[in-house]
């Protein structure tokens, strides 16, 4: 609020308030008499000025009419005036009441006041706003901007859409002195749209036509401005684009934005995700607040691709502390440095250290006490943990048992085991490993710690991720490399992935395993290619595909439930759940034999022989399958 007496336009807007008031008063007493207002009248338009000036502008500082900014006047500033004149009028007729008991004076000019009040100050905001988006040369005035340093608007503009989306950019672009943009037109498939105006700017459509609106408007670039368009509709949209032959951008879909808000700033190249075709995420956040917001939460593997963006979404529930886990120090810096960026210094605690470092998570346990925890850690790429799987034991398997040890030892209400759908009838050791975690914790028996893990799918944009390997190789000219024609596998995206993972973390009962609704699968290929139009070349002829052979441990096609798993349906409709495999009286005897086959394996890791390791694992995991490939003929 103090920052307001730092601001020049405040003043400016308080003496223009200060003298409408006036004239309000004065205007209400004329109507009052009919223009011809008794000398007796006048004295006491004299007398009330002085106080009433004074009171209405304290009320609406009170009030925060003045926070707003006066470039952007909107709706909920013309309500949040109508509520401050009307509080103002009241202040003021009580105190002549107690004063004076009201004598000699009208109620009806204190109600045509209070009216011409709102019109007069409103109409003045109004006023402003106009010459602010539209009269450079007032704009220069109020700002003190010399003439030459406010940019020629160059870039001409068509934005596909009229929506709301739409509107926030033509309106951020006009309240802009500094922006390059002009927008010419808007063009949308919605009929009843076409031969409107939006914010001034004139709608048009089909879509289909884009290149004669192109040409018709001069425009030199397009936005689409369609956040809630996926899929094959964003393919042809995307097509049309490239005909058109001028540079085109998007906007993040609903699901990137996550709170809905569209500003320039989110304004960026079309990537291969905006094809992708998955709709935003329905989440029950008041369900989801209510094991996290005022809660610690502990987040492992924080500086990953999922733990990253676990830790984004995980702050906007408020939570009272976020404990970030990461054995990498650069992963840890980095997102640490990103959250304190954004001001949530006095929540973050962060903690380098190992998942299987016993001693270093019952010191972190112990200080923090943790209410929620993901678990995010793993080694997940399959090459890599295949050639050294040694690593992959000890961080996805041993590394979980700790890590759930703990978090049952120190009372953590629930614990989320982030798993994949290489889990199922695995055929590599990274599958295999993290399977083993899914069994460890379906074998505990029910306690005050729910756990629960979450199996999906590939992320795009995740570390060790196709997308920018296949951005690369295009960059470079190609070839684009791809290990099978036939290959295929589900994406989603990893804001969509993490919010439903803390959908599924309040969902939880204890030993549930749950599936993501990951949608059609997706042929590598067809990325590949899909990715090289995106960059306006012609796959296998700018750009060459190139086929190299499955490589160890990998499958053709991923699975999320293996035969005799029985699935069930939730109240979301993305996500499923396993149940727990019931022990019965039994529990504790499961939970024994397999912390016995655990420790087997880990014993096997320390011998460093991948042989061994694999026995141990498939002692634990059955349906392992290690499988061995060769380039396709």
């Avoid at 409408?20 to 007398?47: C, H, Q």
């Avoid at 099978?484 to 009962?509: D, K, N, S, V, W």
Wanted: charged share 20%; aromatic share 8%.
């Amino acid at each position: 609020m103090i920052h307001q007496f730092k601001n020049r336009n405040f003043y400016v807007i308080l003496a223009g308030d200060l003298v409408l008031f006036a004239a309000s008063l004065i205007l209400a007493y004329g109507l009052r008499f009919s223009l011809d207002i008794p000398a007796k009248d006048w004295e006491r338009i004299v007398f009330l000025l002085p106080f009433l000036l004074p009171t209405k502008a304290v009320v609406f500082f009170l009030m925060g009419v003045y926070r707003g900014m006066w470039r952007y006047t909107s709706i909920p500033d013309a309500l949040r005036l109508v509520k401050a004149s009307v509080l103002a009028t009241l202040t003021v007729m009580t105190a002549l009441t107690l004063v004076q008991q009201f004598w000699g004076y009208s109620r009806s000019v204190f109600v045509a006041d209070c009216i011409f009040t709102v019109f007069f100050c409103g109409g003045f905001r109004l006023a402003i706003r106009i010459l602010a988006t539209n009269k450079r040369a007032m704009l220069k005035f109020w700002d003190r901007e010399p003439e030459d340093s406010l940019p020629v608007r160059h870039v001409r503009l068509l934005i596909i859409g009229a929506g709301d989306a739409a509107a926030s950019i033509i309106r951020e672009i006009h309240g802009n002195p500094r922006s390059p943009y002009d927008v010419v037109a808007c063009i949308d498939d919605d009929a009843r749209k076409h031969g409107q105006t939006l914010l001034e700017v004139p709608v048009r459509g089909p879509i289909g036509k884009l290149l004669f609106f192109v040409n018709r408007f001069q425009a030199d670039e397009i936005l689409i401005a369609m956040p809630s368009v996926v899929g094959e509709e964003m393919r042809r949209i995307i097509g049309i684009c490239k005909a058109a032959g001028i540079p085109f951008k998007t906007l993040p879909s609903l699901g990137g934005l996550v709170d809905g808000k569209v500003t320039v700033n989110d304004v960026r190249e079309v990537k291969y995700e905006d094809i992708l075709g998955r709709p935003p995420v329905q989440m029950d956040y008041a369900g989801i607040g209510n094991y996290l917001a005022g809660k610690t939460v502990a987040v492992t593997g924080a500086g990953g691709s999922i733990g990253s963006e676990l830790c984004r979404q995980i702050l906007r529930f408020k939570p009272a502390a976020l404990v970030l886990i990461e054995a990498n120090e650069f992963n840890l810096y980095r997102i640490e440095r990103e959250l304190l960026a954004d001001r949530h210094g006095d929540v973050l605690r962060a903690v380098m250290g190992r998942v299987q470092d016993r001693a270093l998570m019952a010191h972190v346990f112990d200080k923090y006490r943790p209410h929620a925890v993901f678990h995010a850690a793993a080694c997940k790429h399959v090459p890599m943990v295949e050639t050294n799987p040694w690593e992959g034991i000890f961080n996805n398997t041993v590394g979980s048992q700790t890590l759930m040890d703990v978090a049952e030892e120190y009372g953590v209400e629930r614990f989320v085991l982030v798993s994949t759908d290489k889990a199922v009838r695995p055929t590599n050791v990274m599958g295999a490993s993290k399977r083993a975690a899914e069994i460890a914790l379906q074998a505990r028996a029910p306690g005050k710690t729910r756990f629960m893990a979450v199996r999906f799918g590939n992320v795009l944009g995740s570390s060790g991720s196709v997308i920018p390997l296949f951005r690369k190789q295009i960059q470079a000219g190609g070839p684009v490399t791809v290990t099978h024609p036939e290959m295929t596998r589900y994406f989603m995206m990893i804001p969509e992935a993490c919010q439903l993972i803390l959908q599924a973390g309040a969902m939880g009962e204890g030993g549930e395993i749950f599936i993501l609704e990951m949608g059609t699968p997706v042929k590598i290929a067809d990325m590949a290619r899909d990715m090289i139009r995106l960059s306006g070349k012609v796959p296998d002829q700018d750009v060459q595909i190139v086929y190299t052979g499955l490589r160890p441990g990998e499958k053709l096609y991923e699975e999320f439930i293996t035969q005799g798993e029985g699935i069930v349906a939730t109240a979301h409709d993305k996500i499923m759940v396993l149940k727990r495999n019931g022990h019965g009286a039994d529990a504790a005897g499961a939970d024994r034999n397999v912390r016995a086959q655990i420790d087997r394996l880990a014993a096997a890791a320390a011998t460093f022989e991948p042989e061994r390791i694999k026995a141990a694992l498939k002692d634990i995991v059955p349906e392992y399958a290690p499988a061995n490939h060769s380039a396709p003929a």
